[in-house]
């Protein structure tokens, strides 16, 4: 593929440039986007186990429904970590969006 050298036309100036995020802040937006995915899971899973009351390795009772959320909590962090539903990934790509305008506007 050659390569093709693109020339602004005279008076038109060249927007600047995005500045990219800081690793640790890609870092950051990465741990917050996949924080975000877990809790929206946790709160599907747990509407998910809303009618297995009495039932399961938890039985009923006040006890089994704090333990019920606990799992729901631990599941919903797993399949974050694992990937997810792919929620993460777009909250990402906006959480870095932001920055870079940020970044620019300076």
């Known amino acids: 593929m050659a390569n093709v050298a693109v020339s602004l036309p005279q008076g038109v100036m060249a927007l600047p440039s995005a500045a990219a995020p ?8 990465r741990a917050n986007a996949v924080d975000f995915e877990a809790m929206f899971l946790s ?3 747990s ?3 809303t009618s297995t009351d009495g039932e399961g ?11 019920r959320s606990f799992l729901s909590d631990e ?5 974050a970590k694992a990937g997810g539903i792919g929620l993460a990934d777009s909250v990402y790509r906006s ?12």
């Open 57 to 67: 390795p938890f039985g009923g009772g006040g006890a089994g429904g704090v333990w």
């Open 47 to 49: 509407h998910m186990f």
């Open 75 to 79: 599941y919903a962090k797993s399949f």
């Open 95 to 106: 959480l870095i969006a932001q920055q870079e305008a940020r970044g620019a506007q300076k």
């Open 43 to 45: 709160t599907m899973f």
């Open 22 to 29: 800081s690793p640790d802040a890609q870092a950051k937006a």
